[in-house]
């Protein structure tokens, strides 16, 4: 059964490195999407992406988020300088229509 | 804004049943039902759109009142497999698009 795939599973950085997160989507889904799980907490929209472009994004994904689709497979998520409340889960999600499918997600520690 | 779940925490017995509810201060077009266990992804369970419809599979299955802005989601029988926290996401449009997540319910079902 075709699945979201995300690596790495877990990144420990230090705070005001930089980090990339990736995923590569189900292969015949049109849009993608990074949501973040604080631990212990719900889970939280960060940026959706169609068409090689943004079409939504959160108050959380200021400048210090980007978002990339390289080539016809990898979708990633490149946060820069983190801090340590970036600490948490982050998942990525495809989608071609209505059901999003979810990856097994990057447990991120910023120490 | 994000919908409302309750109960927050719910501890059965295996073969107890156990409804969970969503609701959402707008009007919505679809309501999506995911499990997540500890430490995992959300996994998707089922999607109900604008129409009022019921759904369902296996022992689980949902409703969603289009009218009221609230879903429910029920559980019959429950088994241990079961346990974990269940989020509703919502969507305010036809097609793809973000889901906006509720805070959770805790489930846990002992032997």
């Known amino acids: 059964e075709p699945e979201v795939t995300q690596t790495p599973s877990h990144q420990v950085t230090q705070m005001g490195q930089e980090v990339i997160l990736r995923c590569v989507p189900i292969?015949?889904?049109?849009?993608f999407y990074w949501y973040r799980q604080i631990l212990g907490q719900k889970v939280e929209f960060l940026v959706s992406?169609?068409?090689?472009?943004?079409?939504?994004k959160s108050e959380i994904f200021d400048d210090q988020f980007s978002v990339e689709r390289p080539d016809g497979s990898n979708f990633t998520l490149k946060i820069r300088s983190t801090k340590l409340e970036d600490s948490a889960m982050y998942f990525c999600?495809?989608?071609?229509?209505?059901?999003?499918?979810f990856g097994q997600g990057t447990r991120l520690t910023v120490v | 804004q994000q919908p409302v779940q309750s109960p927050q925490a719910v501890i059965l017995r295996e073969g107890e049943d156990a409804v969970i509810n969503c609701s959402s201060s707008?009007?919505?077009?679809?309501v999506h039902w995911y499990r997540q266990k500890h430490g995992e992804a959300p996994v998707f369970l089922m999607i109900?759109?604008?129409?009022?419809e019921q759904k369902g599979h296996d022992k689980i299955s949902a409703s969603f009142n289009e009218k009221k802005q609230q879903s429910s989601l029920y559980l019959t029988a429950s088994q241990l497999s079961y346990s974990g926290t269940y989020f509703c996401?919502?969507?305010?449009?036809?097609?793809?698009?973000?889901?906006?997540f509720g805070q959770g319910t805790r489930l846990t079902i002992n032997p």
């Open positions: 109900l759109l604008k129409g009022g």
């Open positions: 999600a495809s989608t071609l229509n209505t059901e999003a499918f």
């Open positions: 707008k009007a919505l077009y679809s």
């Open positions: 992406f169609y068409n090689n472009e943004i079409s939504e």
């Open positions: 996401g919502t969507g305010l449009i036809q097609g793809a698009q973000k889901l906006v």
């Open positions: 292969s015949n889904h049109l849009y």
